[in-house]
């Protein structure tokens, strides 16, 4: 019986998986690739990792393929967020079909700087008059002392 | 058991190969990082079906590993990108 449900999860998994990989083959420009990338490949090594737990039975495999279950779900869409921010910003070219860029409006690619739209008048002053600013990476290393 | 398996291994290593072309034609380089990104992925799935076909529970903790490194990998890529480092697309 419980071989049916392993054999189940692992086939389930490889369509995913199949699934993720056709979509990233076919569909047309980042975002729509990451929408089918991210979700169904992490769906898939999530059932291959229920189905190794049942596989195993032991109290040690389960807790560390719960391990990884949660590891995926918490990361995979930190990546996936770090990547299509990057993407944005660097320039990638959205489908000629998109309906909706919101964050076109609110970006200056110039300065790389955010606007919402919510700020009071005196926070844009504040924003006008640092335009000229760049932003600065600080080093705090000091030198060592021999 | 044992033929699910091996079917189950022939449609991951199917599904590598589609996201290698993607890898291979991608035009810019943020899809080259996402298709890498699902290609570790694809690996902890094969990694957990190779733990259930050997009967090796030892093989999860690579599995661990392998999200990992591709997490690190992905963020570090992220990074790169955003602070405008060289790019030959």
Do not use: Q
């Not at chain 1, 054999?7 to 690739?33: C, H, K, Q, V, Y």
């Not at chain 2, 589609?18 to 094969?46: C, H, N, Q, W």
């Amino acid at each position: 019986m419980i071989e049916w449900l392993i054999m189940f999860l692992l086939l389930s998994s490889a369509f995913f998986m199949l699934l993720a990989a056709l979509g990233i083959l076919r569909l047309p420009d980042l975002p729509t690739r990451m929408h089918a990338s991210t979700k169904a490949g992490a769906l898939g090594a999530i059932l291959v990792m229920t189905s190794a737990a049942l596989f195993f039975a032991e109290s040690v495999v389960v807790t560390k393929a719960v391990a990884v279950i949660l590891f995926i779900l918490i990361t995979a869409p930190i990546a996936a967020h770090a990547i299509g921010r990057a993407g944005y910003f660097v320039g990638v070219p959205l489908w000629e079909g998109s309906v909706k860029d919101e964050l076109k409006s609110s970006y200056d690619p110039e300065t790389h700087r955010l606007i919402s739209g919510m700020e009071t008048a005196e926070e844009l002053d504040i924003y006008r008059k640092n335009l000229d600013i760049k932003p600065k990476v600080k080093l705090k290393r000091k030198k060592r002392r021999i | 058991m044992s033929f699910v398996v091996y079917l189950t291994f022939i449609l991951m290593s199917l599904a590598l190969v589609i996201v290698f072309v993607r890898l291979v034609k991608g035009p810019t380089l943020p899809d080259r990082v996402v298709a890498l990104e699902l290609i570790a992925s694809i690996m902890v799935g094969m990694i957990g079906v190779h733990a259930i076909h050997t009967e090796t529970s030892s093989f999860i903790d690579v599995a661990i590993v392998m999200a990992l490194t591709a997490f690190l990998a992905a963020i570090g890529f992220a990074r790169f990108l955003e602070r405008g480092g060289p790019r030959h697309d």
